[in-house]
Every structure is written in C-alpha cells, then in structure tokens.
C-alpha cells in the first residue's frame, strides 16, 4: 500500500455504536398486536409473565394517548411525575436561555402550558396534574403527528427485563445492525410503570430534523401547538411563549439544580445490551464489547479491553461481521505516526481470520487489507498478486473508488514475475488514461508502471514526469524519493517492481 497513492486503506475506520436510540420509535407503523418476546431465549415462567405485564401495560398507555385520554397518567412513574412538576416550573419561570436548553418535545410543553395557563393555575398543579394536562391537550405526543405513523404507537416486538425492577422495550425486531430502542418501565408497587421522559430526546431528534426540512423551528412550533389545540387554539407569538409567567431570579436559579438527566436512557440501553450479551446475541455482544473495548464517558463504561475483545470474539465466532472487521481494525490499529510494518507477524496471524471473515463477508476495508497481505505474502499468506487484483476488483465492485488503481498497480508492479500481467494492466488503465487530466500524482504514478511494463519507457517517462508535478506539498520525503527514482528507471528503459511491503513478511 504506498502511501502516496489516494487510499484510505491503512485508515482504522471508526465504527458508531449501533444501539444509538433509534427514532424509527416515531416512524413504524403498528405491527399486529401481540405479547413482545423476551429478550432470552431461555426465559423464566417469572421473566416471561413480567414480558407480558410490560406488553399489557404499553398497550393500555399507548391506547390512552391516542385517545387524549387524561387516565394515561396513571401508568406514569414516580420519575415521570417528578419530569413534569419540572416542566411546570419550567414554564412558570424559565429563561429564554434555559427554555432553548429543553429538548425540543419538552420545550413544545412548556410552549404550550404557557399559552393555555396562568401562572396561578400552573402553580396549583403537582407533577401528575401537569401530565394530565398534557395528555388532554395532546402537549405530550404532539410530534406523533410530524411521524409518518400518523400519531400512532408502535407495538412491543421485545422486551429486556433488567434486574427485578426495570424494563426497556424494542419496537421492531433488531437488525444485524442495530435495535430499535423504544420506551423504558420501572415496577413500582407491584406494577409496572411507563417512563415516557427517557424518550423526550429521541422525539426531540425527529423534530429538529424535520424543523430543519421546514426552515425553522418557529413553523414547526406553531403548527404542533395549533394541532393540540384545534380551533380553540388562538396563535400567540412564539417570542411571548419563550418568557416566563413569572420573573423570579430565585426560582430560576433552582430549575438549574432540578435540570433532568436527559442522558440518562443510555444507561438502560446498556444494561439491557448487557442482559443480551450473557444471553448469547452476537449483535449485542459486538455492540457491548466495543463499548467496553474503547470506554465511553457518555454511559459512564471504563474501558476494559481484555474483557471487550473476549466478548467482539464470541460474535464473531457467532459470524457477526462487524464484529470481525472491527477485532481486525482493533490488532491492526498501529496509530497515526506508524505504518502497518510496524505490526508484528504473530498479530496478523492473529487478525487473518477475522480479515478473512470480513472481506468474504462484502466488507471494502477487510477486501482491501487482505489484498494487500496476498500481495506482500504476509500473515502467513503466500504471495498471490493474482488473487490479490481479484479481490480488488471485488472492491471496486463493492464500490471502493481507488481499488482499480491499485488493481492496475499489483497487476503491473508483482515482485513475482509469473503473477504480473503487464497487457491486463494496460487495459484496465485506460480510464484512467483518458481522464489524464484529472489524475492525481498517485494515479499517474500508476500508470507510468503499466507502461514501463509493457515497454512503452516514453510513455512512462512522461507519466512520471506529470506525476511529479502533481505531487502533494507534504508529501512523505520518503514517497517524493521513490517518484524521482522511479523516473530514473524509466529514463533507462527499465521496468519497476514493487519490492517494498506494507506489512511485516515473515522470513
């Protein structure tokens, strides 16, 4: 892999945790009703009940809220009362400044709290007369309306019990990718409870993109507020609904000291990839193992790399790919000042396979990497430029813009004489002749090797002259050295063959 050829390859890609709390909870249609699964395969007669009473209860909340009807309050956790005496404090002496701190959902509440109330009737209510409120005037899933469900709930497709108190639901079965994180429940008296607060960002998210889409938040507002209201609803300006009804330096100072953990869903997210860890799914594995693998501040994880890897190895083994790609990226990772040479023999040894798995499995990075092993013979490869073209073209295939020029470079360059194909080479840098304009010094660089090797050193020498004045300005001393030598070649009517490796061959 030179270096100064346009490739990412030797860049260890970042992978995004793929449990990210999925706004598909605003956009599924309701699938047929039924009792959601529980997360193990092998569940208790006790876990499977408690499966069944958090189904029963979602479906009796959700079926409240479509109505309007107030008594959704009464499956509300103590958390949610709490969230919403917040948020009428909130709307009675808030800041503008600590208004547009809000999520999005909750600062619509408060919008809408502020136009319908006074501030003596607000402050009258405890935290479960205000959800009340909410549910009544529509307030609390006012951005139902904005998902292409029309107001719709999505039904439980799974539900993980963690621990003997809590619960977290999914809405659509999970993909090889991710879950669909939907609603949270606590037990509380021996019932289970609805934490509708936890999901205030996840709504929040589908209404900042879709302000966005409408050119301004201030539109959006002003229609939800108008669809909760209906025809009684008489628009007030969104400038006077960002005041407070009541102006109380005191009482603004405690708001911030009261402000919710709106974060705070991520740490049930984790505890339920835990739960599905133990209980064998790759998917969660892979997710839990990275988390654990790298740390992360944002769901308070201390990085634990041995037990991370351990855990990114049995999805692998299980055949999840992402899981392998990223155990392969994990060994391979050398940091930005070093090279892949700087990997030893034993750990690519160790990475092959899951190298392998990755590029059977369609993946461009894992594709190219192994090419490039077959090319050096490394990891206990023998060298195959042959094979290595062809599982670059697989990768142009896929869609990796660079793989045909570096097709084209092992096909001309192979230190194997009997693995070179000089003629192929030329024909499938014909593209890239024609655009010769708009080739980079890499690219040049490349077909001024073809053309040495098919015997054509004029064309070469010109190629590599182009390819010269095309160089990057912070170009590597090393790669600018080996473009001048590689003219010298031309210049004496000798071909060039790739001698250098990227990786570590063993000898």
Known sequence: ?????????????????????????????????????????????????????????????????????????????????????????????ASPEQLQRLPAADRLTVYGLRARHGADALAAWDGRRTYRECVGLSLCDAPMALSPSGGTYPMLSHVAIIGADRALGEIKPQTNKRYAFGPEFVREDGRWKVRPERNAEQLSELMNVLSEQAGGETGMMQ????????????????????????????????????????AAIRETVLAALARKAEDGEP??????????????????????????????????????????????????????????????????????????????????????????LLQDGAAGLARNCTESADWRRKAEEAGLE?????????????????????????????PMIKQRAKLSSGNLDTVAAVYAANGNFAQAVRFQQLAIKRLEPDIDARDRERIHERLSLYQQRRDYTEQETSFTVER
């Open 223 to 262: 229609f939800l507020l108008g669809t909760s209201f209906g025809a009684q609803y008489t628009a007030a300006p969104l400038d006077t609904l960002k005041q407070p009804l009541r102006d109380d330096a005191a009482a603004r100072g405690r708001l911030d000291g009261q402000w919710p953990d709106y």
């Open 283 to 372: 998917l969660a594995q892979f997710i839990y193992g990275h988390a654990l693998y790298s740390g992360d501040t944002e769901r308070k994880i201390a990085p634990d790399k041995e037990r991370g890897l351990a855990m990114m190895q049995r999805a692998s083994d299980a055949g999840h790919v992402d899981a392998s790609v990223v155990l392969a990226q994990t060994m391979l990772d050398t940091g930005p000042e070093q090279s892949f040479s700087s990997v030893p023999a034993t750990t690519l040894r160790r990475a092959l396979p899951y190298i392998r798995s990755g590029a059977d499995a369609g993946d461009v990075w894992s594709m190219t990497i192994y090419a490039q």
């Open 1 to 93: 892999m030179r270096s100064h050829r346009p490739t990412s390859a030797r860049l260890i890609r970042p992978f995004l945790l793929a449990a990210g709390l999925s706004a598909a909870l605003l956009g599924l249609p309701s699938p047929p009703a039924a009792a959601a699964e529980s997360v193990g395969a092998t569940a208790s007669a006790e876990e499977q009940a408690a499966v069944n009473a958090v189904a029963g209860t979602w479906t009796r909340y959700t079926g409240q809220m479509e109505r309007h009807d107030p008594a959704a309050a009464d499956a509300i956790a103590e958390s949610t009362v709490r969230h919403y005496a917040f948020l009428r404090d909130a709307a009675l002496y």
């Open 402 to 430: 660079f793989a045909r020029n570096d097709r084209v470079w092992v096909l001309a360059t192979c230190a194997e004489p009997s693995q070179r194909d000089p003629k192929q080479a030329l024909a499938l840098a014909q």
